[in-house]
Every structure is written in structure tokens, then in C-alpha cells.
């Protein structure tokens, strides 16, 4: 694995970014994109299966809740319905009121943009980080998750890779600090490695 052909191979079968295989556009950087991204990490962010936390992504984007101001239209209800449908059931009453309140925070602090405005006020990756933490409910694991695809997309963004990613690379044979971060082979390379937990039974 050592070899460039063995981590372009890994790219090219594990390699597919989350926020991809959501149909997510990122690369456009606008909030829309942003804000569903956004969810998406939260839901992720959570102790549960990764095609639970898809699943129930791909039934907001289904209702069209995909906005700070439609998830708070949508109201507790709903959003429960919402997240027992995808399967979310042991955390929908702790991440609907979770979602209404960021939600609300977003919108009251930070405006009509809100994620937009926290990446332009921020100086680096370590106040973006902060920022982000800053909000009610988020704690580093869903930063990671959110700021890993966008190091692409977000100048300032550059969150360090996962003690797990950092595990997996190492048993790979594969030295994450010689690398460019802010890198689109970067950021595929970290998605295949976040795959390869369950190989690794990390």
C-alpha cells in the first residue's frame, strides 16, 4: 500500500466523498449546498450506522427540509416522523430538538448565511473549528465530519484527520504528513480511509 498505485487504488474503490453519494454539491460553495452538507454531518455525527444516517438524510431531502428556516416551518413533530422513518429512532426526539435549536442559533446569530458568514469571519481552521463547537449540540466529531470534504472548498478549512484515520493510514503504510491536506486526492483518500473502519474493526 506503500506505492502511489496502491493509494490510487484505494481512492478509486473507497474513495467516493459522503457528501457524493448524497448528490451534494459542495463544490459550487453555496449556502444551499453548505446547509445540507451541514445536516448531513449531524446526522452522521451520531452513534449510529452510516446507511441509517443516509437513509434518513435522503427522507428531509424527500420532504424538502433541507434549510434552517423549513426544519423550524417543519416543527418537533415532524422532524421525528422524519427521523423514525429513516430509521433514526433512538436518537429522534434528542436530534429533532437538537436540529430546531441549531436551527434557530444559525439564523439568530449568524443570519440568512449563516455557514457562509462563519467561514468569512473566522481567521483559520482553528477558529472555524471553534465556531463551529460554539453551536449548541456540536462537538468535535461532527466538525470533523463537516469540515474534512469542504478542504477543497473552504479556504480555511483543515480540520486534522481522525485518531482513526491516522490508525488505519499507519497499518496501511500510508504517511498522511507527507501529504497536502487542502487536496482533492487528500479529502477522497480520507473518505476511503473512514470506510475501511469496519475492515479494520477500529
Given at each position: 500500500?506503500?506505492?502511489?498505485?496502491?493509494?490510487?487504488?484505494?481512492?478509486?474503490?473507497?474513495?467516493?466523498?459522503?457528501?457524493?453519494?448524497?448528490g451534494i454539491r459542495l463544490k459550487t460553495k453555496t449556502e444551499q449546498e453548505l446547509f445540507k452538507w451541514f445536516l448531513a454531518s449531524v446526522l452522521f455525527g451520531k452513534r449510529i450506522g452510516e446507511n441509517i444516517a443516509m437513509k434518513t438524510y435522503r427522507?428531509?431531502?424527500r420532504a424538502r427540509i433541507l434549510t434552517p428556516k423549513k426544519i423550524l416551518e417543519a416543527g418537533w413533530d415532524r422532524l421525528v416522523e422524519l427521523l423514525d422513518t429513516g430509521?433514526?429512532?433512538?436518537?429522534?426526539?434528542?436530534?429533532?430538538?437538537?436540529?430546531?435549536?441549531?436551527?434557530?442559533?444559525?439564523?439568530e446569530r449568524f443570519g440568512e448565511r449563516p455557514l457562509t458568514a462563519i467561514?468569512?469571519?473566522?481567521?483559520?481552521?482553528?477558529?472555524?473549528?471553534?465556531?463551529?463547537?460554539?453551536l449548541k449540540g456540536i462537538g468535535p466529531v461532527t466538525t470533523?465530519?463537516?469540515l474534512r470534504e469542504l478542504r477543497p472548498v473552504w479556504k480555511k478549512a483543515d480540520p486534522d484527520p481522525m485518531?482513526?484515520?491516522?490508525?488505519?493510514?499507519?497499518?496501511?503504510?500510508?504517511?498522511l504528513e507527507s501529504m497536502n491536506r487542502k487536496t482533492e486526492k487528500f479529502t477522497r483518500l480520507e473518505a476511503a480511509l473512514v470506510r475501511m473502519r469496519k475492515k479494520f474493526k477500529s
Open positions: 500500500m506503500k506505492s502511489p498505485n496502491g493509494v490510487r487504488k484505494l481512492i478509486a474503490e473507497h474513495g467516493t466523498l459522503y457528501s457524493e453519494q448524497l427522507e428531509f431531502e430509521g433514526y429512532v433512538r436518537y429522534d426526539f434528542s436530534t429533532a430538538t437538537r436540529l430546531l435549536q441549531l436551527s434557530k442559533e444559525l439564523l467561514h468569512e469571519i473566522v481567521r483559520d481552521n482553528n477558529e472555524l473549528e471553534l465556531a463551529l463547537q460554539s470533523n465530519i463537516f485518531p482513526v484515520v491516522k490508525k488505519i493510514a499507519q497499518k496501511l503504510g500510508i504517511d
